[in-house]
């Protein structure tokens, strides 16, 4: 199908395949999916693969793009040649959705503010997943071998070198999120000034494992790691576990000096929510001068008609958006009003 290049509304009951084109969509940009733990769960039963394949227009040329998954793995394919490192396909399609659970972001626990982090910085920084994913590699090793010098069978001759690469990731990857936290709150700052009609002051602030701050070189934080490690190796064993690194840090939002997680009211807490998807949509502008994709899946009936209205105002006319829902009799709205409508009904999409 070829789609608006504006506003496209998926009409649709429930378990009809609304949220399966959309969540298609987010995988052809990130290669994996926002709701299923393992690639193999996007497989259908008893089926061999699963293949999403799309043409994205820019800058007047057409880029193909295609994921092939595997039960034993995936291969990702941009202009028809297979890319060897997910840092070298992510990029073209930049996305961001905003579903139901993105709700939760400011009072969910810190895994899902981390994994904002890495999704959205990734798509800006290409290069950030790559010493994302060799930390997550070196950590997962690390574990391993803390347990194994737990139970006294093996010496900590190796953990010192898994710690010295780890570190190397972990600096890294600590100094790019300090940078992307800055261009976060300049961005979500005024927006959520604007929603909140100037009455609140929203804060970020990053909670960081070591004693670092965003002023540091990567020398220094390399330093604050060592020392750390240095300092609790015989707790680390004892708990079989590493307890310093970018896996252990978090995001903490302010309303007027106060925490929203633990003092917000629920429409405090959405604000704060609706002001970190509209920021990521100005900063992948900023950062790349193009707006990506905006993914609504289902979450305009979760907003009150005044934050439904600031975000549809927010995304009128420049960007392309994919809305899913169940009818949209109780949205009064001119970019609805104007969009491109589709009906799904058993996987299969029709305009209307």
Known sequence: MSFDNKVNVIIGENAQGKTNLL???YVLAFTKSYRAQHDRELIYWNEEFAKISGHISKDERTTPLEIIFHKNGKKAKKNKIEQKKLSEYIGD?????????????????PQVRRRFIDMELGQIEPVYLYHLAEFQKILKHRNQLLKQIQMQKQDETILNIYTEQLIDHAAIILQKRYQFLKWLSDAAIPIHANISRHLETLKIEY??????????????????????????????????????????DDLSFFINDRNVKLYGSQGQQR??????????????????????????????????????SHLLDSIQGKVQTFVSTTNIEGIHHETIEKAALYQIENGEIINR
């Open 23 to 25: 969540e298609s969509i």
């Open 93 to 109: 399609l930049n996305v961001v959705m905003f579903a139901p659970e993105d709700l939760s972001l400011v009072k969910g626990s």
């Open 207 to 248: 909670e960081c494992s070591i004693q670092a701050t965003d002023s540091m070189s990567i020398d220094d934080i390399k330093s604050e790691y060592t020392k750390a490690f240095d300092h609790n190796l015989k707790n680390e064993i004892r708990r079989g576990t590493t307890l310093y690194g970018p896996h252990r």
């Open 271 to 308: 604000t704060t929510a609706l002001s970190l998807k509209l920021a990521e949509i100005d900063l992948i502008y900023q950062q790349t001068n193009q707006y990506p994709i905006l993914l609504l899946d289902d979450v305009l009936s979760e907003l009150d008609d005044f934050r439904q």
